[in-house]
């Protein structure tokens, strides 16, 4: 639940710092979900899942850094594709 939060940061901090892909904040915020938990479940299989974090019973604090890491470039990059397909689709009806 924690990285689909960190996702959703990270579309609407690239919003924020790169004005020309906002999509308003309902958008980011989307965009921010489905980017985080695409990248988690692509790459939480490299061993950073929410599984391995809690194996030994405590909190494996490097693989939740790296966990959270991948969540925030994928919200990020979640509404930088969504960007480009919407930029796309708005050329081809022109």
Known sequence: MISIFVGIAGANLLAIFKKKYSMGFTGNTL???????FFIKSFGRLGFNPFAIMETGDVNYILFTINMLVSLIGGAIGLFVLKLVTNKMNKEKS
Do not use: E, K, L, N
């Not at 965009?31 to 985080?36: E, L, S």
């Open 31 to 37: 965009a921010g979900v489905f980017g985080g938990i």
